[in-house]
């Protein structure tokens, strides 16, 4: 059984997908129904890819090994170091959420807003500062906007478009949408990038940057006009000679569309080209004076991208050839070149974006194309992966990434809710990708001044990364990973890291203790046994979107005399070492309490959790923006009624896929 952890007070889980199970403050059991309700695993419920069970076999030990001691030598001041990245001034990884998977991830609609999301954006706010999302994808392009859909639908998909090489359903969708999104940045700050529809520019439709504006506010990060160009002749949505100039001009036309459409009065918020690197480098573009043409309309420049694509598996005898075998691919995605190899063809990018004094966004990517591979988009090795790529992005001065999020039909969600069919008996699951989301946010902090540089550490071994981060100026945080899977515990390494000192003039500079959180797994391949600082978000279709277990942070005394604090990281593992208190409370939380769910389901159980359990066990910590108290006043448990209110003191009764979430927040100034 799960400890309880900080915070972590009244709610009910359905842990390991084994049981149903109510904990209450203090860690007692209670099974609302007194009966075992499920013992069956997830995967004997669906063949869906998100819930695949494919465990692959860590790669072994490299030989030779890399060196298992190693110096770590800082400066205090980032002055002092050359090649530091920008400063970062926002949260760096956010998601991208398929368009048309929107109502199955964020809600329902506009009153229905579902829990987990909730608590798992809410995490990464609290750390971050607010979360980026962008809502679109292949699905933007072809997306209409209309006033209303039959039966009070918000949301309908045409068939499958047969021209599109992955399959992406046309869309209808509703302003509902955009309230919907709007009311969920009213209970956790989130900021959202939309697409306007670039499949026909002789008869556009804008509406979706009407109303976005409208209804958004502040919290419309951008609208992406455009969406992988560069594919759109090889997917047949333009002629087979469409180029960049093409796009150039088509790109003039919607700019000069919304200058004259006075329902869009923010005209500066546009990102693009979004090419996917695929048939055109950003170069292409840039080329055709792209950036100097447009550059009062550019909010952002952006790319999108996937190391490796998994067609072939998803299209059998299509015209990808054989299907890639995920072992062959699993060490592909095991080493620090993984992540400097993608980011190398946007360094001159991230420079003229730098030039331009626009930021540089990562709007799309993850482990593969067409799905992402099972056992390796949904291992502890994509949760490594995914957390050097994105600081290798933050180090190369992108400003910021978004990790996609489709179907149940692929395996590199970070987070994917149940089949509907199964929504009353499960949860979520919470993809390792989703673990490199909330250290990273941790990693970064959310001073809105962290720059960052590779370290190059243990010679440039490519199985032992490490970087430095600096807040304000100074040295912050150090990160360390450990990509080698070694149950025997003898390729864990010690870094020794040194600040200052041994150089001229240089006093020492290392603190008497440092803080160390660990993200671990017994191996790379591992799928749901995965914690950061010692919490974790549980099994396949097991989680409500919070952390559980017992926060754990490990206090490492250092040598001030030899200038020296060694810091342990394990086979495979992450260390994130805080050098400072100031470093490790930003990135602490003092509760992680967000929304507490309360779970009345048909058959399986019928918990009332009692009002005063649910009154006095959230939101004790205080004082934090974020916090989220909770009452049960005007909840009725009724399925039919729906309430969003005010922003402060919202009482939402929440439809969860069949699952009925009460919940109520309270948001604490
Ligand atoms: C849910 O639907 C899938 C696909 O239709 C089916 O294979 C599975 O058995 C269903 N599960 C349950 C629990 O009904
Ligand atoms: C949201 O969906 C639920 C049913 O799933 C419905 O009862 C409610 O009226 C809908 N709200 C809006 C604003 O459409
Ligand atoms: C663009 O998308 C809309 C909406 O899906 C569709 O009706 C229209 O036919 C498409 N236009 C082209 C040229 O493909
Ligand atoms: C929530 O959505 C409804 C539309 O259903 C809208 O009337 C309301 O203003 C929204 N609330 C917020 C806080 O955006
Ligand atoms: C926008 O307005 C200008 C001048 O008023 C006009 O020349 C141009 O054709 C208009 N563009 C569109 C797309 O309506
Ligand atoms: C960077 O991009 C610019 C614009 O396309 C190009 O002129 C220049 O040659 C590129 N530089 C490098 C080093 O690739
Ligand atoms: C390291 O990763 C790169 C890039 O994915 C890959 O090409 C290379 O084969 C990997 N090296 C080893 C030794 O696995
Ligand atoms: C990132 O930008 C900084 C500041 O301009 C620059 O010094 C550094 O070299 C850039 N990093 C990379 C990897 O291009
Ligand atoms: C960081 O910038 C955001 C605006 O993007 C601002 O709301 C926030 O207060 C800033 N944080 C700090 C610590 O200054
Ligand atoms: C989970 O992994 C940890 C190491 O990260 C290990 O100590 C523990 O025994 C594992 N638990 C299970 C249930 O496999």
Request: hydrophobic residues 40%.
């Amino acid at each position: 059984m799960l400890a309880l952890g900080i915070g972590l007070t009244c709610c009910l889980l359905l842990q390991g997908a084994q049981a149903v199970t109510v904990y209450f403050q203090n860690g007692a059991v209670v099974n609302p129904t007194g009966a075992v309700t499920s013992t069956a695993v997830a995967a004997q419920y669906t063949n869906d890819a998100a819930f695949n069970n494919l465990v692959l076999t860590a790669p072994p030990v490299p030989s030779p090994a890399p060196p298992q001691q190693f110096t770590i030598q800082l400066q205090q001041s980032g002055q002092n170091v050359q090649g530091l990245s920008i400063q970062h001034t926002g949260p760096f990884f956010g998601f991208s959420i398929e368009f048309s998977v929107v109502t199955q991830t964020v809600g329902r609609n506009s009153t229905f807003l579902f829990v987990p999301f909730l608590n798992l954006m809410a995490l990464i706010a609290e750390r971050a500062g607010y979360v980026p999302i962008r809502v679109g994808g292949n699905s933007q392009d072809t997306a209409t906007l209309v006033d209303s859909l039959p039966d009070g639908a918000v949301l309908a998909k045409d068939k499958a478009d047969s021209s599109n090489p992955t399959q992406t359903p046309e869309l209808i969708f509703t302003p509902d949408i955009i309230y919907m999104l709007s009311n969920a940045s009213a209970l956790v700050p989130i900021r959202w990038y939309l697409g306007i529809p670039m499949n026909d520019t002789t008869d556009l439709r804008l509406g979706i940057a009407e109303v976005a504006e409208a209804v958004l506010g502040d919290n419309l990060l951008g609208l992406q006009l455009g969406n992988e160009p560069d594919l759109y002749a090889g997917h047949g949505h333009r002629a087979p000679t469409y180029g960049p100039f093409d796009y150039f001009g088509e790109f003039g036309v919607v700019v000069n569309a919304i200058g004259n459409d006075s329902n869009i009065p923010i005209r500066n918020n546009l990102v693009a080209p979004s090419v996917a690197t695929g048939p055109w480098t950003p170069e292409l573009v840039w080329n055709t004076g792209f950036i100097p043409a447009y550059s009062n309309v550019l909010g952002s420049l952006s790319v999108e991208h996937y190391p490796d694509d998994n067609c072939a598996a998803a299209f059998p005898g299509g015209p990808f050839g054989a299907p890639k075998v995920p072992q062959d691919v699993f060490s592909n995605y095991l080493n620090h070149t993984s992540g400097v190899q993608i980011v190398a063809p946007y360094l001159n990018s991230s420079n003229i974006a730098q030039q331009a004094g626009k930021p540089f966004v990562m709007m799309e990517t993850n482990t593969a194309s067409c799905g992402g591979f099972p056992g390796v988009s949904d291992s502890f090795g994509s949760a490594l992966w995914g957390l050097d790529y994105g600081l290798q992005m933050a180090y190369s001065n992108f400003s910021q990434a978004l990790l996609h999020v489709g179907g149940t039909d692929d395996t590199y969600n970070p987070f994917t809710p149940p089949p509907t069919n199964q929504s009353e008996f499960h949860q979520w699951s919470v993809g390792p990708l989703s673990y490199s989301t909330l250290v990273m946010a941790e990693t970064l902090g959310n001073t809105n001044t962290s720059q960052l540089i590779d370290l190059n550490a243990n010679s440039g071994n490519i199985y032992t990364p490490a970087y430095a981060i600096y807040e304000k100026g100074s040295l912050a945080r150090v990160a360390l990973f450990n990509y080698i899977t070694d149950p025997s515990g003898a390729s864990s390494y010690t870094a020794t890291i040194s600040i200052g000192g041994g150089q001229t003039g240089q006093p020492n500079g290392n603190p008497s203790q440092v803080t160390v959180k660990y993200l671990v797994a017994p191996s790379v391949a591992e799928k749901t046994n995965i914690t950061w600082a010692g919490q974790t978000f549980g099994g396949q279709l097991a989680s409500d979107g919070r952390l559980l277990g017992t926060y754990d942070a490990q206090t490492v005394q250092c040598d001030q005399t030899q200038n020296t604090c060694n810091v342990q990281v394990p086979a495979p593992g992450y260390a994130l070492v805080f050098l400072t208190n100031d470093a490790l409370e930003e990135s602490t939380p003092a509760s992680t309490a967000t929304f507490s769910t309360t779970i009345l389901t048909k058959t399986i159980n019928t918990a009332t959790v009692d009002p005063t359990v649910i009154a006095t066990s959230n939101g004790q910590g205080g004082g934090r923006p974020f916090l989220l108290g909770s009452t049960s006043k005007g909840s009725d448990g009724s399925a039919a009624t729906a309430a969003v209110v005010a922003p402060t003191t919202a009482v939402l009764i929440s439809l969860l896929a069949g699952v009925v979430v009460m919940f109520e927040v309270m948001r604490r100034t």
